[in-house]
Every structure is written in C-alpha cells, then in structure tokens.
C-alpha cells in the first residue's frame, strides 16, 4: 500500500473565511428586498464555488506508515480502544489523541467513548475505502467490546513475542476471514488465524494456527464441537485457546477427554492482562522454545 493517500474531505468545506469573504464582496449591492435576495443567491453561489474548489484539492492526506498501520488495525478489528492502539503503535497514550485526530480530520475515522474506560477509534467509509479493506463501516457493537478488545490484545501480545518476530508470522483476523467465505458457509469461524512462513530455521514454518478468545464458559458440548471442528480434517496445525479464569476449566476439561493424537495439537494459556484493560503488556508469550500442548 502506497504511503500517502487521497482523501476530499467534507471537513474541509466547514471553514468560514471563504465563505464571508464572498459574502462581503457581493455586500456593495444596495436596495429594496429584491437586490437583497439576489445579493444572497449571489453569496450562496460564491461559497458553493469555493467549496468546491476547496475540496477539489485540499487534504491531500500523508500518512506515515505507523498511521497506515494504525489505520488498517483499526479497521481489521472492528475498532480499538486508545490504549491498545497506543501500544500498538508503540506512542505515549498522550501522543496518540493527535494522531487519532488527524485521521478523524482527514475523514478516515470516528471515535467516542462507550462508557468507563478509554475511547474507542474505528473507521468511516471513507477510511475503508482508502485502505482497501472494504468492510462496513459501523461503529463496533456493544455487545462485542469485551471481545473485541480481548482478540486485539492478544495480537499485539503476540506480535511483541520474539518467536514471532524470528519467524515472522503475520495475523489474519476474523474480519477477513468472513470476508472471504460464502454467504452460505456454515460452522466455526476462528477468532484469527496466525500464519507463519515457510522460512529456514523456524520451527513453525508452513504452518496456520487458529486463535480463540474465550472470555465466558461456553457449554461443554458446544466447546467440544468448536475444538473438533478446528482440528478436523487437519484444518490447523495447532489450536491456541487464551482464555479468562471463567472460562479456562470448561476448556481445560474439554481438551483432557480429547484423544492423544489431538491433545498434542491444542495449546490453552491465560489472556494476557491488556486482555482486560490492564497494563502492561508482559512477559514473552511464546519463548524461544516450541508453544507446545496444553500441559
């Protein structure tokens, strides 16, 4: 993706020093109401042109490639609190409302707070078109915050790991995933997939991981289901669950009633702390040794 991209902002056409400007040149006009009206048409007309001019070339917008990165995060995960996009970015919290702010003036993004907590930053229209990704631009759902924020939170985790950045994986969201299958496909979709190259020395190499966040226990027919769904017919090479404390024992005990052969494929750990809006980011998450099973 280019490194600077395109936008005609509406925001643009809100200043006013055109727009009295032309009020004041057709201001010399004198007489009854009728003069009068026409001298508003006139102004009317003048600022419409100078609007349109305006956005004809103005906010021509250069994005560094940290906001393209923080724009496509944004919009890959449904939207992201301040916090974790801070950290993302790797900025101070205090850093990140101007950068925000630029994307915001630029039209690119929206933000807001939904209740206690930080606030959030999602895409416009117009900022999933200038990024390709094409998703529908709403605001994310409430019912999903907690959930959105946990997935974010473990990518960026992830990410900060040194076996990741040896092995030079790379995340494909939830969001594209859905993108990419059929309307009428049915069962599981992953929260992620991690994909990891085939490249010399890693001892991930070739392979795709499932990720899945699990923040309140499911029943355990339905756990059952998901897992035999995501190792079956060898769809993963390894299925990492990062749950809360409520919901580690249902999955726990699911992964022990499963055979040998898929135990050894399926890996449980705890989400790390930002999962839950607290710093900091924390240990290593994979170490240099292999993930491993669930112990």
């Known amino acids: 993706m280019a490194g600077q991209l395109t936008h005609t902002s509406t925001g643009a056409s809100t200043g006013t020093g055109t727009s009295t400007g032309a009020s004041t040149g057709t201001g010399t006009s004198t007489g009854t109401g ?22 004809a070339d103005a906010h021509a917008v250069r994005l560094s490639q940290r906001d393209i990165d923080g724009l496509l995060l944004c919009g890959e995960h449904y939207g992201a609190p301040y916090d974790l996009l801070a950290g993302a970015l790797r900025v101070s919290p205090e850093r990140l409302p101007a950068i925000v702010a630029r994307w915001r003036r630029a039209g690119y993004a929206a933000t807001g707070r939904f209740g206690p907590g930080p606030a959030w930053c999602w895409l416009t229209r117009d900022g999933m078109a200038a990024t390709g990704l094409g998703f529908p631009a709403t605001r994310p759902a409430l019912a999903r915050l907690a959930h959105i924020r946990a997935v974010l939170a473990v990518r960026i985790w992830l990410a900060n790991g040194q076996a990741w950045h040896d092995g030079r994986a790379w995340w494909h969201s939830e969001r594209r995933l859905r993108a990419v299958r059929s309307p009428y496909g049915t069962g599981h979709v992953a929260d992620a997939e991690i994909h990891w190259p085939s490249i010399e020395h890693s001892p991930y190499a070739g392979q795709v991981w499932a990720i899945e966040v699990e923040l ?28 809360a404390p409520a919901a580690r024992t249902v999955v ?29 980011f924390g240990r290593e998450p994979f170490g240099r040794e292999p993930f491993g099973p669930t112990p």
């Open 252 to 280: 726990t005990r699911t992964v022990a009633g499963l055979p040998a052969q898929d135990r050894a494929r399926l890996a449980v750990r705890d989400l790390p702390a930002t999962a839950f809006g607290r710093e900091p």
């Open 216 to 243: 309140t226990p499911k029943p355990a027919a339905r756990t059952a289901a998901i897992i035999n769904e995501l190792l079956s017919p060898m769809r993963y090479a390894m299925v990492v669950y990062l749950t």
């Open 34 to 55: 009728t003069s009068t009206g026409a001298r508003a048409d006139t102004g009317a007309r003048a600022d419409t042109g100078a609007r349109a001019a305006r956005r």
